[in-house]
C-alpha cells in the first residue's frame, strides 16, 4: 500500500499523535510506503482563497471553482496544494486521523480538503462516486471521540456516530471515488487507564495493516439513481 496519513491534532503527545506513530510504524514494518500530512506541524493554512493559486481567471470577481478548473488545466494552484495534491494521488489508501470536535473534524482538516479537494482536478466533469479520480482506492476515519461509545449510539443523546460521519465518508471519501473502509473509534481515551490505551494503539497498528481487506460502507452506484438523482424504484 502507498498510505497517506492526513493528521489533524495539535498536540504531538496526544493520544491521536501515538495513533499516527503506531500505524507508520505497523505500515513502514510489514513493507508498505507511508507519506504523513502533520498539519498543525506544516502550519497548513484552512482558509480557501487566491491563495491557492499563482494564477487567475478573473482576477476581478474570485469564483473557487472557476479557478480551481482554471489552475487545473495550466498547473497554476500553489506550492502547498500542489504538494498536497501529489500526496493524495500518490497514496492508493487515505486515512484522516482527527479528534471529534463539535460533532466534525477540526476546522484545519476541513480546510485541507477544501484547498486540496479541487475541481477539475479531484473532481467535475462527470467525475464522482463511483467514477470519481480516487475509484479503487480505500479511504478511512480513525477518530478519538470525548463521549462514551453508548452515547453515539442510534438512540444516544449524541447520535449515531455513522450519521456524525456521513459527510466525511460519503461526502468526501465516496464523492471522489474512494472506498470509504468502517472507522476506527476511540471512545474517551482521556477516561482510559494506560492499560486501554496501549490496548487500543496496539488494535489500530494490527487494523491498519488489513486496510485492503476490511469492510467498506456500502453506498448505491451512480447507476442506480436516475435523472433526478434520487434513487430507482
Given at each position: 500500500?502507498k498510505?497517506?496519513?492526513?493528521?489533524?491534532?495539535?498536540?504531538?503527545?496526544?493520544?491521536?499523535?501515538?495513533?499516527?506513530?503506531?500505524?507508520?510504524?505497523?505500515l513502514?514494518?510489514?513493507?508498505?510506503?507511508?507519506?504523513?500530512?502533520?498539519?498543525y506541524?506544516?502550519?497548513?493554512?484552512?482558509?480557501?482563497?487566491?491563495?491557492?493559486?499563482?494564477?487567475?481567471?478573473?482576477?476581478?470577481?474570485?469564483?473557487?471553482q472557476v479557478?480551481?478548473?482554471?489552475?487545473?488545466?495550466?498547473n497554476?494552484f500553489?506550492?502547498?496544494?500542489?504538494?498536497?495534491?501529489?500526496?493524495?494521488?500518490?497514496?492508493?489508501?487515505?486515512?484522516?486521523?482527527?479528534?471529534?470536535?463539535?460533532?466534525?473534524?477540526?476546522?484545519?482538516?476541513?480546510?485541507?480538503v477544501?484547498?486540496?479537494?479541487?475541481?477539475?482536478?479531484?473532481?467535475?466533469?462527470?467525475?464522482w462516486?463511483?467514477?470519481?479520480?480516487?475509484?479503487?482506492?480505500?479511504?478511512?476515519?480513525?477518530?478519538?471521540i470525548?463521549?462514551?461509545?453508548?452515547?453515539?449510539?442510534?438512540?444516544?443523546?449524541?447520535?449515531?456516530?455513522?450519521?456524525?460521519?456521513?459527510?466525511?465518508n460519503h461526502?468526501?471519501?465516496?464523492?471522489?471515488?474512494?472506498?470509504?473502509?468502517?472507522?476506527?473509534?476511540v471512545?474517551?481515551?482521556?477516561?482510559?487507564?494506560?492499560e486501554?490505551?496501549?490496548v487500543?494503539?496496539?488494535?489500530?497498528?494490527?487494523?491498519?495493516?488489513?486496510?485492503?481487506?476490511?469492510?467498506?460502507?456500502?453506498?448505491?452506484p451512480l447507476?442506480?439513481?436516475?435523472?433526478?438523482?434520487?434513487?430507482?424504484?
Open positions: 500500500m498510505v497517506l496519513i492526513v493528521h489533524a491534532h495539535p498536540e504531538p503527545a496526544s493520544f491521536n499523535g501515538a495513533l499516527t506513530a503506531a500505524a507508520q510504524n505497523a513502514l514494518h510489514a513493507g508498505h510506503e507511508v507519506r504523513i500530512s502533520d498539519l506541524a506544516q502550519r497548513f493554512d484552512p482558509v480557501s482563497d487566491r491563495r491557492n493559486f499563482i494564477g487567475a481567471k478573473d482576477p476581478s470577481y474570485f469564483k473557487q479557478e480551481e478548473m482554471h489552475a487545473s488545466a495550466t497554476a500553489s506550492p502547498e496544494i500542489t504538494r498536497e495534491m501529489e500526496s493524495l494521488f500518490w497514496c492508493d489508501t487515505l486515512i484522516f486521523q482527527f479528534p471529534l470536535w463539535w460533532f466534525s473534524m477540526p476546522a484545519i482538516l476541513k480546510g485541507w477544501d484547498r486540496v479537494f479541487a475541481s477539475g482536478k479531484v473532481y467535475g466533469g462527470g467525475r462516486y463511483d467514477k470519481g479520480t480516487q475509484a479503487g482506492k480505500r479511504a478511512m476515519c480513525s477518530v478519538t470525548g463521549g462514551p461509545a453508548s452515547m453515539y449510539e442510534p438512540d444516544g443523546l449524541a447520535g449515531d456516530i455513522h450519521s456524525i460521519l456521513f459527510p466525511i461526502g468526501i471519501f465516496a464523492f471522489t471515488g474512494f472506498a470509504a473502509v468502517e472507522p476506527f473509534l471512545h474517551a481515551p482521556a477516561r482510559m487507564s494506560a486501554e490505551r496501549a487500543a494503539i496496539k488494535t489500530y497498528a494490527e487494523r491498519v495493516v488489513r486496510i485492503p481487506e476490511l469492510p467498506t460502507i456500502q453506498y448505491p447507476d442506480r439513481y436516475d435523472a433526478a438523482f434520487r434513487l430507482r424504484k
